[in-house]
């Protein structure tokens, strides 16, 4: 489990390009789901790798709001405007 505080996204989405960052180097390999508001899932992947910071592209999700979630576990929220 990745508490809270060891990741962080882009809160508001301009350019179609989602950023999550780690505090700290680590080696993932965690799955990620993303969510509309009312729970339905959007999108999922596999962020694999010693990374600190990746993007994912999201230019196919409207505007609105959208949920971030890694492993079940750690959700933050995002809005593409």
Do not use: N, W
Not at 4 to 28: G, N, Y
Not at 50 to 64: A, D, H, N, S
């Amino acid at each position: 489990m990745i508490p809270q505080a060891m990741l962080k996204i882009t809160e508001k989405v301009k350019d179609d390009i989602l950023e999550i960052i780690f505090s700290d180097k680590q080696l993932v390999s965690k799955s990620y789901t993303i969510l509309c508001e009312r729970g339905t899932e959007i999108m999922k992947g596999k962020i694999a790798g010693f990374t600190q910071r990746t993007c994912l592209y999201i230019g196919e999700l409207k505007k609105g709001k959208y949920q971030f979630q890694m492993d079940d576990h750690t959700t933050s929220i995002f809005e593409v405007l």
